[in-house]
């Protein structure tokens, strides 16, 4: 193990801890029931403040909705280069281990997300057609940081450099975009996009991390 992949393992292992501690911490400070139907929520003045300053907007929700669509667009492709990938060669063990390694993220992704809606932090700020929808972390954000993120890192090592710089940079940007627009839809309270933040950081540590292991693993292949 190189000493940059032991630092991300570190990195991230501490930004999974800051993460639990930042959920535990929405849990049990200044919970009150301020959100629909009375349901409460942690850092509620913080939490209230920002969402009555910033509101609701169908437009800033429509808008994450299609970025949010663009970006599972990009987790798609790459799955679609696997299964072109697995047909022409015929062979799982012949599919480059990158797009596996992309696939253990989003799985990941996918089991965060069944995890909190059965554990539920935090209730949305507003009624999904009547019903209270859980909120943290925000999974809009979650997806964006993280396949943008790690699309970056792909498409980084496999394009020319230049189009590899023009693609992180639009990439970067729609994830930014992504995560504003969630918030200013008014659908998250400030503590849900923090959770989110948080949990994205951590994974991409980890995978940052295992990716180079992989690289690392392919040079020493064609060395032999």
């Given amino acids: 193990m190189t000493k940059k992949q032991k630092i991300l393992l570190i990195s991230g292992a501490v930004t999974l801890l800051l993460f639990v501690l930042w959920t535990v911490a929405v849990l049990t400070v200044d919970r009150a029931p301020i959100g629909p139907m009375d349901s409460a929520v942690g850092f509620s003045q913080m939490n209230l403040a920002v969402h009555t300053a910033l509101g609701v907007s169908e437009g800033w929700y429509n808008l994450s909705e299609i970025l ?9 492709g790459f799955a679609l280069c696997g299964g072109i990938q697995l047909i022409r ?15 253990a993220l989003y799985v990941m992704l996918a089991l965060v997300y069944v995890g909190f809606e059965i554990v539920v932090i935090n209730f949305r700020p507003v009624l999904s057609d009547g019903i209270l929808e859980a909120a943290y972390p925000s999974s ?6 993280c396949i943008a993120a790690s699309a970056a890192i792909r498409l980084g090592a496999v394009l020319p450099k230049a189009p ?23 659908m998250h309270w400030l503590s849900d996009i923090i ?9 991409m540590l980890f995978y940052a991390a295992a990716d180079l292991g992989l690289d690392a693993r392919s040079s020493g292949k064609k060395k032999e």
Avoid at 98 to 103: F, I, R, S, T
Avoid at 195 to 203: H, N, P, W, Y
Wanted: aromatic share 4%.
């Fill in 68 to 76: 949010g669509l663009i970006i599972l667009a990009v987790a798609a």
């Fill in 89 to 103: 060669h015929r062979s799982f063990r012949r599919v480059d281990p990158h797009l596996y390694l992309l696939a």
């Fill in 140 to 145: 809009h954000t979650m997806l964006a940081i």
């Fill in 164 to 186: 590899g710089r023009i693609a992180a940079a639009g990439l970067a940007l729609t994830a930014a975009l992504t995560v504003i627009a969630r918030l200013l839809s008014g």
């Fill in 195 to 203: 959770g989110a933040v948080l949990i994205s950081a951590a994974l």
